[in-house]
């Protein structure tokens, strides 16, 4: 049975539970019954949208990502190398997409979702969650498009950089390529690069 299916009749064994529940009180709790059903439908109806989010196919090639030189990023820099027709990042939503990062200065990459067999990362896009680049400059996305962020270390990894792959200071460069977007509920910490320092 695949997910999708199984969604569905969990969704209609919860409903037809909370209905039973609700016709079996007495007038007291048939409010309350009723509203633990209709919380209990809204939930599972919310859950069952999220399941059947897909991500599209990437329209993209591997991108190439090009050292910079020159001197120290002072400033976040957006650009949208294609502008996608899809849902919209907002502040609190999942995306999945896949992505390449760089050190900015040298070009050299050091994470990459085509390098794993091009296996697109899963990430809540929160504030303290992602790096403040990935936070700020992912909202307004549109699924579909590919963006570039060019992040001074102040909304990297900053002083402390991460591990072996990025040193201190280190001002990146990303290609992100938006997939899907899912408008779920916050639900704890989120897991994958790049995460907040």
């Known amino acids: 049975m695949n997910a999708t299916r199984a969604s569905r009749l969990l969704a209609v064994g919860l409903t037809g ?64 190398v294609r502008v996608g027709d899809g849902e919209v990042v907002e502040a609190g939503d999942t995306i999945i997409a896949d992505y390449a990062g760089a050190l900015y200065q040298s070009g050299r990459v050091f994470d990459s979702s085509w390098q794993r067999g091009r296996e697109p990362i899963e990430i809540r896009i929160d504030n303290g969650g992602v790096i403040a680049g990935w936070w700020q400059g992912l909202q307004g996305m549109r699924v579909g498009g590919r963006r570039t962020l060019a992040i001074p270390a102040a909304l990297g990894y900053g002083e402390t950089g991460s591990g072996d792959a990025i040193p201190p200071n280190s001002d990146l460069y990303f290609v992100v390529d938006l997939l899907a977007v899912k408008k779920a509920e916050p639900t704890g910490p989120s897991n994958g690069m790049p995460l907040g320092g």
């Not at 529940?21 to 709790?29: H, I, K, L, P, S």
């Not at 999220?50 to 990502?65: D, E, G, H, K, M």
């Open 17 to 80: 539970a909370a209905l039973l529940v609700a016709g079996c009180g007495g007038d007291d709790d048939s409010d309350a019954a009723t509203s633990a059903a209709t919380a209990t439908a809204a939930t599972t109806a919310q859950a069952g949208a999220q399941a059947r989010v897909r991500p599209i196919r990437n329209p993209y090639r591997r991108p190439t990502l090009p050292a910079h030189g020159g001197g120290r990023l002072e400033t976040l820099i957006v650009r949208d």
